[in-house]
């Protein structure tokens, strides 16, 4: 059984390839974080390597060992590293180790998989190394590259791969897939399938990892009380918000996308406001914000949240990129 969510098109794809055995050498699969790119590159190793009926059967041991990430023939290269410290760059040495075990038989499934996570950011020596291996690529062997998009890849690299860009999943099949498999309730299953953003791995962490629940709920609520902070109040948050982000990087990125939404949801309830569309996410403190702002104030608020987002993404310096969002957020006061 493949456990990819949604995204039936390019399950239904690699499937089709296994079959008519048409497998590639490499696949690039694009698609914003925690959509599942992850998951259906280890779906299509298990398919690989299954031993049992209905591959991916998930029950053999080929599937539960790539499951549980202790299959010799299957290996994920990232940017995180054993000893807890990430990496900001895939390094030349990780990808000459893959060159040099790619060559090698697999030690006991048929075909071995490489799955480079975070592609986009390949050391250039490293990129170069990759290109190597792609332009001669070993019988056997399958190599993965996960990236949010093929922007950033060399196109000498792009080109040699098959294609496979994942797309937001709907929040019902998200909702249903927390409530039948994890047993969440209807109204949780709704409010993270919404925030998702059409990412069920972002849903299901948060699901099952009470921090991030706690975060998110606090990430909304500083949004809404941003609103009604002086200039001065802001910056001092922005310089709180920005002195977190040195242990926790993530926090950052995470708020954005948090606070993009939680704008959305305004949005929404304008519209409802004005009476032009009917929504499905919306949260109390989404209700009095739409209430009381104007439709340019709430699209001018996503801009400046997304404007952030790209900054933040081109490493610009943290604390100007959340001082220059506190001074362009809409003032309620
Ligand atoms: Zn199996």
Same mark, same amino acid.
């Given at each position: 059984?493949?456990?990819?969510?949604?995204?039936?098109?390019?399950?239904?794809?690699?499937?089709?390839?296994?079959? *008519?055995?048409?497998?590639?050498?490499?696949?690039?699969?694009?698609?914003? *974080?925690?959509?599942?790119?992850?998951?259906? &590159?280890?779906? =299509?190793?298990? &398919?690989?390597?299954?031993?049992?009926?209905?591959?991916?059967?998930?029950?053999?041991?080929?599937?539960?060992?790539? @499951?549980?990430?202790?299959?010799?023939?299957?290996?994920?290269?990232?940017?995180?590293?054993?000893?807890?410290?990430?990496?900001?760059?895939?390094?030349?040495?990780?990808?000459?180790?893959?060159?040099?075990?790619?060559? +090698?038989?697999?030690?006991?499934?048929?075909?071995?998989? =490489?799955?480079?996570? @975070?592609?986009?950011?390949?050391?250039?020596?490293?990129?170069?190394? +990759?290109?190597?291996?792609?332009? /001669? %690529? %070993?019988?056997? !062997?399958?190599?993965?590259?996960?990236?949010? *998009?093929? $922007?950033?890849?060399?196109?000498?690299?792009?080109?040699?791969?098959?294609?496979?860009?994942?797309?937001?999943?709907?929040?019902?099949?998200?909702?249903?897939?927390?409530?039948?498999?994890?047993?969440?309730? =209807? /109204?949780?299953?709704?409010?993270?399938?919404? $925030?998702?953003? @059409?990412?069920?791995?972002?849903?299901?962490?948060?699901?099952?990892?009470?921090?991030?629940?706690?975060?998110?709920?606090?990430? $909304?609520?500083?949004?809404?009380?941003?609103?009604?902070?002086?200039?001065?109040?802001?910056?001092?948050?922005?310089?709180?918000?920005?002195?977190?982000?040195?242990?926790?990087?993530?926090?950052?990125?995470?708020?954005?996308?948090?606070?993009?939404?939680?704008?959305?949801? !305004?949005?929404?309830?304008?519209?409802?406001?004005? @009476?032009? /569309?009917?929504?499905?996410?919306?949260?109390?403190?989404?209700?009095? &914000? &739409?209430?009381?702002?104007?439709?340019?104030?709430?699209?001018?608020?996503?801009k400046s949240i997304q404007k952030a987002s790209c900054y933040l993404e081109r490493n610009v310096n943290p604390r100007l990129i959340f001082e220059q969002l506190m001074l362009e957020l809409p003032n309620r006061r």
């Open positions: 059984m493949w456990e990819t969510i949604g995204n039936e098109e390019a399950v239904k794809h690699l499937s089709q390839s296994l079959r *008519d055995g048409r497998v590639s050498h490499a696949y690039l699969i694009t698609g914003p *974080d925690q959509i599942g790119k992850g998951t259906l &590159a280890l779906d =299509f190793a298990k &398919a690989l390597n299954c031993t049992g009926v209905g591959s991916p059967c998930g029950s053999c041991d080929q599937c539960s060992r790539v @499951g549980k990430s202790l299959h010799p023939d299957v290996r994920i290269i990232g940017l995180s590293s054993s000893e807890g410290r990430d990496r900001s760059l895939i390094s030349i040495e990780q990808v000459r180790e893959v060159q040099h075990e790619a060559y +090698l038989k697999p030690y006991e499934g048929v075909w071995r998989v =490489f799955i480079f996570d @975070g592609v986009g950011r390949l050391s250039e020596e490293a990129a170069n190394s +990759l290109l190597k291996l792609l332009e /001669e %690529p %070993p019988d056997q !062997v399958v190599i993965f590259l996960l990236a949010e *998009d093929y $922007l950033s890849l060399l196109p000498t690299i792009v080109s040699r791969c098959q294609l496979i860009k994942l797309r937001p999943v709907l929040s019902s099949v998200i909702s249903k897939v927390l409530q039948d498999v994890y047993g969440a309730s =209807f /109204e949780l299953a709704r409010t993270l399938s919404g $925030l998702s953003n @059409g990412r069920p791995g972002w849903a299901i962490s948060a699901f099952a990892d009470q921090e991030i629940l706690d975060e998110t709920t606090k990430a $909304l609520h500083s949004m809404e009380t941003l609103l009604d902070l002086s200039i001065e109040e802001r910056l001092k948050y922005a310089s709180e918000i920005t002195s977190r982000m040195s242990t926790e990087k993530k926090i950052a990125r995470r708020n954005l996308m948090l606070w993009t939404t939680w704008w959305r949801a !305004v949005l929404f309830d304008k519209q409802d406001v004005l @009476g032009t /569309e009917k929504s499905g996410l919306t949260f109390e403190s989404s209700h009095s &914000a &739409a209430s009381t702002l104007s439709v340019l104030q709430i699209c001018n608020a996503i």
